[in-house]
């Protein structure tokens, strides 16, 4: 019988049940920043929620968190308001496709609910990195309807004391 998936909004209290599975994309993010975090894009008073943010999880029928996306509400130049997601995460042995395809129909629908007019899937670096891992993903996103369109680069910044 194949699992079932259902998407829900993390909240902070369930902050270090997710932290084991975001660690696999950060390896050197501590616990302490995680739920610093988590608070930050799910506090419903906080300033990041004028902008609509929030972090989505896969939860098995036992309660158990597969998979993740954090997201915020951005505004694109070329496509007006989009879903901009970050820390995509979807971890099962036994269903992988079936858990990864679960997190995109929950990035459509919050993007629906938000009015958004399209998605960006920012993909970790580290996830990204492996040959075998890239070309698996990208090949499930283009089959979902995804495109890249962009390539996005970071410097670290030394910081200003």
């Not at 079932?4 to 616990?31: E, G, Y």
């Not at 975090?37 to 906080?46: E, K």
């Not at 492996?130 to 995804?146: C, S």
Request: proline residues 5%; charged residues 20%; aromatic residues 6%.
């Amino acid at each position: 019988m194949p699992r079932v998936f259902t998407a829900k909004s993390l909240t902070s209290d369930q902050a270090a049940q997710a932290f084991p599975l975001i660690q696999n994309i950060a390896p050197n993010l501590t616990l302490e920043r995680w739920n610093e975090f988590v608070q930050r894009l799910t506090d419903p008073t906080g300033p990041v929620q004028t902008r609509r943010a929030g972090i989505v999880t896969l939860e098995s029928e036992r309660g158990y968190i597969h998979g993740l996306f954090c997201y915020t509400v951005e505004v694109d130049l070329q496509h007006g308001h989009v879903l901009s997601v970050e820390n995509f995460i979807a971890l099962d042995l036994i269903e992988r496709e079936a858990a990864v395809q679960a997190l995109f129909d929950a990035m459509e629908e919050t993007a629906y609910d938000l009015g958004c007019h399209a998605i960006h899937v920012h993909l970790p670096e580290g996830l990204a990195a492996v040959p075998e891992n890239r070309q698996w993903l990208l090949r499930i996103l283009e089959g979902a309807g995804h495109a890249v369109e962009t390539l996005r680069l970071c410097k670290h910044l030394r910081p200003m004391h």
